[in-house]
């Protein structure tokens, strides 16, 4: 039986991340071919990697606060437009020949400052327009269009500009953040997260006094669903930690995604020299050679939704990710552009469909008028440690640029290993319900 249509307000949520995926893609491709051209220092080139992943550590968690607080689809317009200046800032470097290396930090730094903004209210307004039974079905589809447009339209396009002239991917980047800003506006009301934050809001009446077995409901009838805090931005910044530590099936999982993050950060930091000078792909075709990870995370946002359907949550996410940094490892063992190619691909792949399932897992298990303080908290603990692994994975590449692949994957597997038997045994989202007790 066919699935129902996820609906025209999720159908111009779609869009409107279209428009951002197209700059970011450019944005990824273009600081690191920049950064190769401006130093030759393994280092240094890590260093942009901290500076893209290091705003989730210190500015997530006040972002999903801010999520939670203001109209969403104000926060994606200004991150949206914002942005656009910021790129128009790297434009102007460009242009006057003003480019170094630091300057070049400094807007990646500021891109990922934005991005958590950004990245916190596109995942909220989501539960509001899909039902728990479709969220692995509407992640899939914002993950495959933004794959399609960061990777394989991005990546080739991006580096091909750069080998004329980087003015014009740099230019393109500034109109793709400023479109997405403009469309973001134009998302309905119901995006916003006005009424959910509303509903949870309402009073309470309390059981009487001396009647502690009287179930708390509201004056319509309602059991009561909870209220968010209202002591101000101190309680609202801990509001998301406090969900996810007081979770027994969130908190594990949180650690885990952790620990293989900070993995994969080690492996990808530096991942352009390997590809460049280990592989000896010319620069020119780096983002071309990248298609292989665009193909295996659309592949991956194509049937994660069926292998989920057939083999349950938790299996698949234990299988992608053991799967995932076994193939980081054979790359890195065997340095050929095939085999390189081959492991891109199926690592991408295991990737996104980690990323799908654990999205949809959180938002069928997280009330509306927490996911962007629950989403940032999450972040800034997954997000914030990877620049311990980029940094690693620098320092790694100095003495050989498959090191970071062959010690990242070794100490990912091990964490997989560990964590095998309780991903496995993950629940469905559909199962779950934000308003009931943990399940685990």
């Not at 950064?35 to 968690?61: E, G, K, R, Y």
């Not at 973001?184 to 006005?194: K, M, W």
């Amino acid at each position: 039986m066919r699935p129902e249509p996820l609906g025209g307000a999720f159908t111009k949520v779609v869009a409107a991340n279209l428009s951002s995926s197209l700059g970011d893609g450019i944005a990824r491709v273009a600081a690191p071919l920049l950064a190769a051209q401006l130093t030759d220092d393994p280092l240094l080139v890590s260093l942009v990697a901290v500076a893209a992943l290091l705003p989730w550590l210190l500015f997530a968690i006040p972002a999903g606060v801010l999520v939670d607080r203001i109209d969403r689809r104000l926060a994606l317009g200004l991150a949206g437009g914002v942005r656009a200046l910021v790129a128009g800032g790297l434009l102007a470097l460009h242009l006057t020949g003003a480019l170094t290396i630091w300057w070049l930090l400094l807007v990646v730094l500021l891109y990922g400052v934005l991005e958590t903004v950004y990245d916190g209210a596109i995942r909220a307004v989501v539960p509001s327009l899909v039902g728990r039974g479709d969220l692995p079905r509407a992640n899939s589809r914002i993950e495959a269009t933004e794959i399609v447009v960061q990777q394989f339209l991005s990546q080739p396009l991006t580096s091909w500009l750069l080998a004329i002239s980087a003015a014009w991917a740099l230019g393109l980047n500034t109109a793709a953040y400023a479109v997405a800003g403009g469309l973001a506006l134009t998302l309905p009301a119901v995006a916003s997260g006005v009424v959910a934050r509303r509903r949870a809001a309402r009073p309470v009446d309390k059981p009487a006094q001396g009647d502690p077995t009287a179930p708390d409901e509201r004056p319509d009838g309602e059991p009561d669903r909870g209220t968010p805090p209202t002591t101000g931005w101190r309680a609202e910044l801990a509001a998301g930690f406090r969900f996810i530590w007081d979770s027994a099936m969130l908190r594990p999982l949180w650690i885990v995604s952790v620990l293989i993050g900070i993995c994969h950060a080690a492996i990808t930091s530096t991942l352009v020299l390997f590809i460049l000078d280990r592989l000896d792909v010319p620069e020119a075709w780096y983002g071309t050679f990248m298609l292989a990870g665009a193909l295996g995370s659309l592949t991956a946002a194509a049937t994660t939704s069926r292998l989920k359907a057939r083999f349950g949550t938790g299996p698949v996410m234990a299988v992608a990710n053991a799967v995932g940094l076994g193939a980081w490892f054979l790359a890195g063992a065997f340095p050929l552009v095939w085999v390189g190619a081959v492991a891109i691909f199926v690592s991408f792949g295991c990737t996104t469909t980690w990323n799908v399932l654990v999205m949809s897992l959180r938002q069928a298990a997280v009330p509306n008028h927490l996911l962007g303080r629950v989403h940032g908290t999450w972040r800034t603990a997954l997000w914030g440690a990877m620049p311990i692994g980029s940094l690693a994975g620098g320092l790694l590449a100095r003495t050989g640029y498959s090191t970071p692949l062959l010690v990242g994957a070794t100490a990912g597997l091990m964490v997989a290993v560990a964590g095998h038997r309780y991903i496995a045994t993950l629940p469905d989202p559909e199962t779950l319900d934000p308003e009931t007790p943990d399940p685990a």
